[in-house]
Each structure stands twice: as structure tokens, then as C-alpha cells.
């Protein structure tokens, strides 16, 4: 079954950090376009990172300089780190994996793991 | 404020038809045929109902069609029923730097 599980969300303090894992099954992260989306409590869905099955990696600006896409190709992973957390960080996580050769359609979606920033 | 602008409720009765549109710019929607919509369900994962303007993912219902004109897409759902119910997003590919991705702000569909 084609499946993607994140996990490693939680309660974290300003300024905190924090990796979410995405683990595939079914298919082969490195060959695909995979991407971290997040939502806000009640709010819409934002675009946060891709990386590339070339490994090239692109970041949303609100994120950029704090957070690192990365895969590990060996337990076919995908991760973010995230770094110096602020109250705006605060959402769902879910992992996505694009449909090939389009940029903005994400056929395969993990269940979502929560964020939580506060003192 | 989101990158595309969608209305945010429309509704209908069952067996109607309804079209939610989502409309960007020429650095979006209207300089790619990369726009995608999104059904989501309270608490679930958003599902690709849309993919490269007007192309259904294997599963998805025929009832689900999309087009686009200029700097507007649209969502169409013919013979709506209950389960319809949900919010709908759109996506778009950007190529104003980042982010790479633009989703609308969401739309919620009631179905009456």
C-alpha cells in the first residue's frame, strides 16, 4: 500500500526545535518531488519546503533559514528540522508527495502530525 | 491573505451543480497549467481531486471537472451530494520566487 507516516510532532517551547519524520512505504521518496505542507488551527494550507528526487531543496520564506528538508534514502524518510520555533509554527504537518512531473498537485498525503509552540 | 483569492462558502442543493472559482495572477494561475484542487473532510488530510487544471486522479468521481481562463480557475461539482461537504482548496505552481507552491484561502461547500 502506497502510504506516507509522519511523526515527531509535539509541544515545544519558543525558540525550541523540533525533526518531524515522514516514513513512505509503497514507493521511493528519492525518485519523487516531496514537499512538507502546513495548516493553522481553522486556517487554510501552506506550502513550506520541497525537495527535489534531484536533492534541490526550496523553502517558503516565512521558514527559510530556520527549517531543513532533508530525506534519508536508506530507511526511505523524509524529514524536517525545524528551528528556532515561533508561535506562528503552530499547525498540522503533513508530508506530500507530488504527482510526477507537476509541481503543485500532491496525490499522496501522511495523516498530519501537530505542532504546538507555547511557553 | 492567501496568494489565490476563492470564495469563502457557496452551497447547493442535492443534484445541483455548483463552480468555485479561484483567481491569481500571470506569475500563477494564469502563466502555468499547474493548478490543482483539494477536498477536505473536518480533521482529514486534504485529498487531490484536480490535478493540472481539468485532469481527474484515478478514483476521483467524474462529477469533479475543472478549467481555467486567464488568471481564474474553477472547480465544478455536478450532482452534488451529501458528502460533498467539505472545503475546497485550489493550488497553483508560482514562479514569483518563493514560495514555490500557492494554495487559495479554502472554500467550504455546504450542501443544503
Known amino acids: 500500500e502506497v502510504q506516507l507516516v509522519e511523526s515527531g510532532g509535539g509541544l515545544v517551547q519558543p525558540g525550541g526545535s523540533l525533526r518531524l519524520s515522514c516514513a513512505a512505504s509503497?514507493?521511493?521518496?528519492?525518485?519523487?518531488?516531496m514537499s512538507w505542507v502546513r495548516q493553522a488551527p481553522g486556517k487554510g494550507l501552506e506550502w513550506v519546503s520541497v525537495?527535489?528526487?534531484?536533492?534541490?531543496?526550496y523553502y517558503a520564506d516565512s521558514v527559510k533559514g530556520r527549517f531543513t528538508i532533508s530525506r534519508d534514502n536508506s530507511k526511505n524518510t523524509l524529514y524536517l528540522q525545524m528551528n528556532s520555533l515561533r508561535a506562528e509554527d503552530t499547525a498540522v504537518y503533513y508530508c506530500?508527495?507530488?504527482?510526477?512531473?507537476?509541481?503543485?498537485?500532491?496525490?499522496?498525503w501522511g495523516q498530519g502530525t501537530m505542532v504546538t509552540v507555547s511557553s | 491573505q492567501s496568494a489565490l483569492t476563492q470564495p469563502a462558502s457557496v452551497s447547493g442543493s442535492p443534484g445541483q451543480s455548483i463552480t468555485i472559482s479561484c483567481t491569481g495572477t500571470?506569475?500563477?494561475?494564469?502563466?502555468?497549467?499547474?493548478v490543482s484542487w483539494y477536498q477536505q473532510h473536518p480533521g482529514k488530510a486534504p485529498k487531490l481531486m484536480i490535478y493540472?487544471?481539468?485532469n481527474r486522479p484515478s478514483g476521483v468521481s467524474n462529477r469533479f471537472s475543472g478549467s481555467k481562463s486567464g488568471n481564474t480557475a474553477s472547480l465544478t461539482i455536478s450532482g452534488l451530494q451529501a458528502e460533498d461537504e467539505a472545503d475546497y482548496y485550489c493550488?497553483?505552481?508560482?514562479?514569483?520566487?518563493?514560495?514555490?507552491?500557492?494554495f487559495g484561502g479554502g472554500t467550504k461547500l455546504t450542501v443544503l
Open positions: 509503497g514507493f521511493t521518496v528519492s525518485s519523487n518531488y
Open positions: 493550488s497553483s505552481y508560482t514562479s514569483s520566487s518563493t514560495p514555490y507552491v500557492v
Open positions: 506530500a508527495r507530488a504527482v510526477p512531473f507537476s509541481y503543485d498537485a500532491f496525490d499522496i
Open positions: 500571470s506569475s500563477d494561475v494564469g502563466g502555468y497549467n499547474y
Open positions: 493540472d487544471v481539468s
Open positions: 525537495i527535489y528526487s534531484g536533492g534541490s531543496t
